[in-house]
């Protein structure tokens, strides 16, 4: 179900005909009111499916309505002709993965959408893309991840498979090396192991990168079956290097990648191991874990309009929205 909602200023938008506002909150920031474009504790993104929109909001502001002035939503972006995707957005209308990671000393977001776009966008600027491609309106691409030598990693699920596009090789590429890899949902890079861990319906595997960057290879070199089926969020644990985040169709794990072991006796668990949860990150300044997992009254039976944090519990809701993730808006790698 589609209803009318009012869309938030884009990147450039806020930049150029808010400048007042963004001034206003950068001048009162602090470690718990982040200026936009900073990695503060208390920011959260979202893809807001009611909008077709990632946001970055303060978790430090209780109300996430701007129509009572709390200014929540610090950044809000979705692709257009002017930001230079010609030919992609059509390839976009249920965004479903939204991540900040560093590459070459900038700051990007990588994200995905169902309908086929993944995009690795220059963060706060949001104009342009470092690489951006349509990986098939059929494939549900769900996760993407920027590999160390500039290429990028994309799970679909539909599509079954896993793939590494040679970004490395232009803003534009198409080539890639597939994985097949069944209900693929979620990808993260271990620096440590130098390995490509990926989640899908039944198992996790470490996928080993090889060959040059313009002829990359993806070879299992690991496989974890999973306790319970339908894998779907896969994440670093910060503090643990060993320890993933692993969400199924019912649960939610830490997994130990050197024994295999799902573990669900970790603290908070007793909230955070739950149905459905579409996305699950912890935030490293402070430990609180942030959750999102579908609730009813959204028109979307995949989506809510309520985060959920753990340890201490507290919530969020941004009216009107249909949210399918929500993260801690930090890079796991610099945490």
Same mark, same amino acid.
């Given at each position: 179900?589609?209803?009318?909602?009012?869309?938030?200023?884009?990147?450039?938008?806020?930049?150029?005909?808010?400048?007042?506002?963004?001034?206003?909150?950068?001048?009162?920031?602090? *470690?718990? =009111?982040?200026?936009?474009?900073?990695?503060?504790?208390?920011? &959260?993104?979202?893809?807001?499916?009611?909008?077709?929109? &990632?946001?970055?909001?303060?978790?430090?502001?209780?109300?996430?309505?701007?129509?009572?002035?709390?200014?929540?939503?610090?950044?809000?972006?979705?692709?257009?002709?002017?930001?230079?995707?010609?030919?992609?957005?059509? =390839?976009? %209308?249920?965004?479903?993965?939204?991540?900040?990671?560093?590459?070459?000393?900038? !700051?990007?977001?990588?994200?995905?959408?169902?309908? %086929?776009?993944?995009?690795?966008?220059?963060?706060? #600027?949001?104009?342009? #893309?470092?690489?951006?491609?349509?990986?098939?309106?059929?494939?549900?691409?769900?996760?993407?991840?920027?590999?160390?030598?500039?290429?990028?990693?994309?799970?679909? #699920?539909?599509?079954?498979?896993?793939?590494?596009?040679?970004?490395?090789?232009?803003?534009?590429?198409?080539?890639?090396?597939?994985?097949?890899?069944?209900?693929?949902?979620?990808?993260?890079?271990?620096?440590?192991?130098?390995?490509?861990?990926?989640? %899908?319906?039944?198992?996790?595997?470490?996928?080993?990168? %090889?060959?040059?960057?313009?002829?990359?290879?993806?070879?299992?070199?690991?496989?974890?079956?999973?306790?319970?089926? @339908?894998?779907?969020?896969?994440?670093?644990?910060?503090?643990?290097? =060993?320890?993933?985040?692993?969400?199924?169709?019912?649960?939610?794990?830490?997994?130990?990648? !050197?024994?295999?072991?799902?573990?669900?006796?970790? *603290?908070?668990?007793?909230?955070?191991?739950?149905?459905?949860?579409?996305?699950?990150?912890?935030?490293?300044?402070?430990?609180?874990?942030?959750?999102?997992?579908?609730?009813?009254?959204?028109?979307? #039976?995949?989506?809510?309009?309520?985060?959920?944090?753990?340890?201490?519990?507290?919530?969020?809701?941004?009216?009107?929205?249909?949210?399918?993730?929500?993260? @801690?808006?930090?890079?796991?790698?610099?945490?």
């Amino acid at each position: 179900m589609r209803l009318t909602r009012t869309l938030w200023p884009l990147a450039a938008g806020l930049a150029l005909t808010a400048a007042t506002t963004m001034t206003s909150i950068a001048t009162t920031a602090s *470690p718990g =009111n982040a200026a936009p474009g900073s990695e503060g504790c208390c920011d &959260i993104v979202v893809t807001d499916q009611a909008r077709d929109q &990632i946001l970055v909001l303060d978790a430090g502001k209780q109300d996430w309505d701007a129509e009572h002035g709390s200014r929540a939503v610090k950044w809000a972006w979705q692709p257009t002709l002017d930001e230079g995707f010609d030919g992609l957005v059509d =390839n976009w %209308g249920l965004p479903d993965e939204a991540k900040l990671r560093h590459f070459q000393g900038r !700051r990007y977001l990588l994200t995905t959408d169902s309908y %086929g776009l993944a995009a690795m966008v220059p963060y706060p #600027s949001g104009n342009g #893309s470092y690489w951006a491609a349509d990986v098939g309106r059929g494939a549900n691409a769900h996760s993407m991840e920027v590999l160390p030598d500039g290429n990028v990693a994309v799970a679909a #699920s539909t599509g079954a498979w896993v793939r590494v596009y040679t970004a490395s090789q232009g803003a534009r590429s198409t080539t890639y090396t597939q994985f097949d890899f069944p209900g693929a949902h979620g990808v993260v890079w271990d620096a440590d192991r130098e390995l490509l861990w990926a989640v %899908g319906d039944y198992e996790v595997v470490g996928l080993t990168v %090889g060959g040059p960057p313009a002829e990359p290879t993806l070879t299992a070199t690991t496989r974890y079956e999973l306790p319970t089926p @339908w894998g779907h969020d896969l994440q670093p644990v910060p503090g643990d290097d =060993n320890r993933l985040w692993v969400s199924s169709g019912s649960h939610v794990y830490q997994l130990d990648v !050197r024994t295999g072991v799902f573990h669900d006796d970790y *603290p908070g668990a007793e909230t955070i191991d739950s149905y459905g949860v579409k996305s699950v990150t912890t935030n490293p300044a402070t430990g609180q874990v942030l959750t999102a997992a579908p609730e009813e009254g959204t028109g979307c #039976s995949w989506c809510t309009a309520t985060v959920r944090m753990h340890q201490p519990t507290e919530s969020r809701t941004l009216p009107d929205s249909q949210i399918y993730k929500a993260r @801690w808006w930090v890079d796991p790698a610099r945490s």
